[in-house]
Structure formats: C-alpha cells, structure tokens
C-alpha cells in the first residue's frame, strides 16, 4: 500500500466526524506531540525521561508482537528472541567492528528477521498451543546458545561497554546520543516509524490477509491467500522490528546479558497487547504506557510486578474481553 492510499483512509476516516469533534482531535494531537517534543526540557529528573523512553520501546515491542498474536492470530513465545539477537548483534559489531549506529540497527532488523526465517517455517507446520512450544523452544534454545558461547558472547557475563553511538546522515550531519535525552528522541523517532509502519501494514490487502488467517485459515485458502507465506510475513516484519529494539536498548544500557531472552518480557507483551486489545493501535498504545509507568511509579518489586500483570490479565479477560479498544469503543458510542 503506498503512502498516499495510507493518508487519504485517514483523511476519510476524519470526514466522517463532526467539524467540532474533529477540531478537538487535531488539537489533541498537536498538544500531544508539543509535550512529547518538549517533554526532557520540562522535566528535571532524569528517572522520568527514562521511564517514558522504556515506555517507547515497549511500545514498539508490543507492536511488532501484534502483527503475529493480534493480526495472524499464532501465540509466539519467541519474541525474546528476536529482540535479544538485535541486542548481541549490535553490540558485537559496535564493540569489535566499530560500526556505527545506522548500519548496527539495519544489521538488527536482518537478523531478526533471519532468525525469524529460521523458526517461523518449521514451527507454522504445526498448529495451535504446538506452535507456541515450538518457538518457546526455539527461544529457548536461542538463549542457551548465548549462555554457553562464551568466546562470542562472554557466557553470563554479558558484553558491557558498548560505546554511545554516532548516527551519521549520507555526509550531512552527525548525531552523537551521549545523554539520556538523545536516548529519548531517538526512541521518539522510532515509535513514530513503527506506529506508521503498522498503519500501513493494517490498512493494507495485507493486513486484511493477515485478519482472513486469523479469522478463518481454511475460507481463507479457499480465497487465494497463502496463510503460511502470509504467517511468515507477519512473523518476519515483527522479528525485525523486535531487532531493530534490540539495538536501540544495547546502546541506551551499554551493556547486554542474557537474561533479555528470559520469559518475563513475552510475558509483559503478552499484557500489553490483550489489555490494550488485539490490531487496536490506539489500546496498544496506552497499555504499554500503563503497564510501563504504573508499576515504575509504585516501585514494584519484579515478583509482585508479576502478580499485578496476572490480575489485570484476569480481569481484562473476564470484564473487557476487547480490551481497552472495547472501551473506547463504547465511549464513542455513547457520544
């Protein structure tokens, strides 16, 4: 789908409001941006920018990961994966080649995706709750690979000292992020690509390919749709997304260990995405922002972080089975 087609479905979309509940769109949307880009200026501790710059990675985490679960429909336990490849492959280039920070995030993307290559067409032979064990599996053997190659990865110790990157633009001018400000519009910059990049994807023959599979597999085929290029596809883009991340929490922590392969993090986007509702670009988003900021603010201990996403998941599920997107829904309703 080109751009233009992506913009005029937003432009059609907004002739269906009223001139006043349109004006009250656009304003929110310009306030929302002025905050964003004024944010690290108006605030003075630096704990608060960092939050909202993890804030913006899970963002762009639990988007890449509703291209597979909401959008095809296939429970993938194996998006630590991806993003903890992203993570080494960045961080072994930068520290041993020295290679600056445009081509470690396209070198993040290709390996998310050749990884994403490597599991998806094996593990979509199988069906159901076995493809979700087969790629916790491949994870999982992803990480013990990165555990026990010491001479390339230093085993549990991880990699630290990853040097603060240098983006340099074909010869313009260069961008060197040295505090935690440049983290945070970078990451700024990256939200915005993947939430456009998910839009034209969504609003796309092959996202409503990708809805088809969801929906109905067989009526699906029955219609000319490959659903297994079509699960690859998905599964692919989101992988190198997820890698693309990876490099971006190399650089802002300096330091990778294999501990970001561990379970918890497909367990917080799995919260993510089913609170905020499935394909709801708008409910992703404010999920991610909640179970991001909530807990930072209470200073939660990671156990009890634990039990708290495992109560709003249980809630969600039982009261708002659409999620917050079932919310917004009724809101507008009403109005």
Sequence with gaps: MSLSKFFSSINSRLKGKSKFKLSLYLIAILIIAIFLIFFPKLVTTPYFIHIF??????????????????????????????FG??????????????????ITLLAGAI??????????IPSF??????FAIGTLGFALA????????????RGPMGIPGIPKPVLRFIGFFEWRLENLGDFYYLMLILVILTIVLYKLVDTSRVGRAFRAIREDEILASANA???LA????????GASIAGVAGVFYAYWFSLVSPEIFGMALTTTLLIIVFV??????????VAALLVTVIPEFLRITPELRLVLYGLILLLTILFFPEGLEGIFQRVEKRK
């Design 276 to 285: 905020g509702g499935r394909t709801s670009l708008r409910g992703i988003i």
């Design 125 to 130: 032979r199988l069906g159901g709750h076995s």
């Design 142 to 153: 992803v990480e013990i690979i990165v555990r026990n190659w010491v001479k390339v990865t």
């Design 225 to 227: 749709i490959n659903p």
């Design 53 to 82: 710059v993890l804030a913006g990675m899970y963002i762009v985490l639990s988007l890449s990961y509703d291209l597979v679960v909401g959008h095809v429909g296939s429970l993938s336990l194996a998006h630590p994966a991806f």
């Design 111 to 120: 390996m998310g995706a050749v990884l994403a290559i490597l599991i998806g």
């Design 230 to 237: 079509n699960k690859m596809l998905a599964f692919t883009i």
């Design 85 to 102: 490849i992203g993570a080494y492959a960045g961080a072994l280039l930068a520290i041993k080649l020295g290679v600056p920070m445009g």
